[in-house]
């Protein structure tokens, strides 16, 4: 069995995709690592296409754009990608949203002591 080298949090945020070849869709970020994810839509996706992906992480503000993420399998109304290419900004902002969630259920068992 193949071991992830990157620990995926459960999410659910809004997702665009776009493809050169003209396919595009949205569906649900479910898994979220620093390398990839997987997504839930209704648009069914051929491993190995290329797009650019728009993680919606808030309302509040812009969308993080992984520029090359390439579709690596598709089961069942859901994929997994890998991120391939995204700028420096864009991979500060991912490194941050990751930081954050790995630091969360340490967050809340913390806060819950200090309540008791």
């Known amino acids: 069995m193949e071991q992830r080298r990157d620990r995926r949090f459960p999410v659910g945020f809004?997702?665009?995709f776009s493809s050169a070849n003209s396919l595009s869709g949205d569906g649900t970020l479910?898994?979220?690592?620093i390398r990839g994810c997987r997504i839930r839509s209704l648009v069914e996706v051929n491993p190995g296409t290329v797009?650019?992906?728009?993680?919606?992480?808030?309302?509040?503000e812009s969308p993080i754009v992984i520029s090359h993420a390439i579709v690596r399998w598709y089961r069942d109304g859901s994929f997994g990608c890998e991120?391939?290419?995204?700028?420096?900004?864009?991979?500060?902002?991912?490194?941050?949203?990751?930081?954050?969630?790995?630091k969360e259920p340490y967050q809340k068992a913390k806060d819950?002591?200090?309540?008791?």
């Open 14 to 16: 809004r997702s665009s």
């Open 30 to 33: 479910n898994e979220l690592s």
């Open 51 to 60: 797009f650019q992906l728009r993680v919606h992480v808030s309302d509040h």
């Open 83 to 102: 991120f391939v290419n995204l700028g420096a900004e864009e991979w500060a902002r991912l490194r941050a949203m990751t930081t954050e969630l790995e």
């Open 112 to 116: 819950d002591g200090e309540a008791a």
